[in-house]
């Protein structure tokens, strides 16, 4: 079980920090994902940090203003997001895939987080 936590409301150029706590297994033994998905637009697979390694990738996108990291000890991931953008209004997801790569096929993913809004907006 995975679940999704840090949205809220923020200005353009503010910071959030989300926060992925997982249940039942060990985090650091899957491949954790963030996605994203806006109103009227398809869901996007934003970023991820590949099991039992440090490796991290990321969209575009997002590409320098977010980061990635992994907590064993706290069995959590967490997703921070500087100078957001009104474009990253969306609810984001986490989500554990047993792969050890960055997939952004949904169907890959075993568990989900039940999202949170993240807003920004003036």
């Known amino acids: 079980q995975l679940q999704a936590s840090g949205g809220g409301l923020v200005q353009p150029g503010g910071s959030l920090r989300l926060s992925c706590a997982a249940s039942?297994?060990?985090?650091?033994?899957?491949?954790i994902s963030w996605f994203r998905q806006a109103p009227g637009r398809e869901r996007e697979a934003i970023s991820c940090i590949i099991r039992t390694s440090s490796t991290t990738d990321y969209a575009d996108s997002v590409k320098a203003r977010f980061t990635i990291s992994r907590d064993s000890a706290k069995n959590s991931v967490y997703l921070q997001m500087n100078n957001l953008k009104p474009e990253d209004t969306a609810v984001y997801y986490c989500?554990?895939?047993?792969?050890?790569?960055?997939?952004?096929?949904?169907?890959?993913?075993?568990?989900w987080g039940q999202g949170t809004q993240v807003t920004v907006s003036s």
């Open positions: 989500a554990a895939a047993a792969r050890g790569i960055c997939t952004r096929d949904g169907s890959d993913y075993r568990w």
């Open positions: 039942g297994f060990a985090v650091r033994s899957y491949t």
